[in-house]
């Protein structure tokens, strides 16, 4: 993967990476996840072909102790075969037209998988567009919730994690994050 651009935030890296999120070796990595953790399409369907099925195993094991995973919140499982020692399951909110509260769910689900990183005592971290591909999100609108996102997280003074990645799937999404950050 690489990286187009760095940015140093109160000794917090930010790199926007271009790339496939399933060759990331951060400490852990964010899905888009779906509420029920079934990985079909997507980056998830990417990560599970990669990481092999024990990532949906522990994800079933995750859903029928817990229940299903709220918009706006995270689940946790292992890497599998992947380089990453945890996945993060985000899970981002339908575009349903702007009034049905995407904006803070999208902005709670990036903030709550950096928050769950700082938890598990990780420095760094990849994350995909979440909510921009099946979800509709469009990434304009996207990429200015997730700046947001990561720099009120910033601004909480993590002691642990100081890499946070963007990995950005394709080249029309990368101008968007370029223009924001
Ligand atoms: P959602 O359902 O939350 O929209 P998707 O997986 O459909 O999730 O898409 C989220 C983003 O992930 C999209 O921008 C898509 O282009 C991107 N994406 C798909 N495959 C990968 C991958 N292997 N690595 C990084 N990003 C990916």
């Known amino acids: 993967n690489k990286i187009i651009k760095e940015i140093k935030v109160n000794n917090v890296e930010i790199k926007l990476v271009s790339g496939d999120i399933t060759i990331e070796e951060t400490d852990a990595i964010v899905n888009a996840a779906n509420s029920q953790l079934q990985h079909g399409g997507g980056v998830a369907g990417a990560i599970l072909r990669k990481g092999g099925p024990d990532i949906q195993k522990e994800s079933n094991e995750y859903i029928k102790k817990y229940g299903k995973v709220e918009t706006g919140n995270v689940a946790l499982t292992a890497g599998g075969k992947l380089k990453c020692k945890y996945i993060i399951h985000a899970v981002g909110p339908i575009w349903e037209g702007g009034n049905q509260q995407e904006e803070k769910l999208l902005y709670d689900a990036v903030f709550n998988s950096l928050k769950k990183a700082e938890e598990l005592k990780l420095n760094s971290l990849a994350l995909p567009a979440i909510s921009a591909g099946i979800y509709g999100y469009p990434i304009e609108k996207a990429v200015p919730v997730y700046k947001?996102?990561?720099?009120?997280?910033?601004?909480?003074?993590?002691?642990?994690?100081?890499?946070?990645?963007?990995?950005?799937?394709?080249?029309?999404?990368?101008?968007?994050?370029l223009k924001e950050f």
């Open 148 to 177: 947001k996102a990561v720099s009120d997280f910033i601004n909480t003074n993590p002691q642990f994690l100081k890499e946070i990645r963007f990995v950005i799937y394709g080249k029309d999404h990368l101008d968007y994050f």
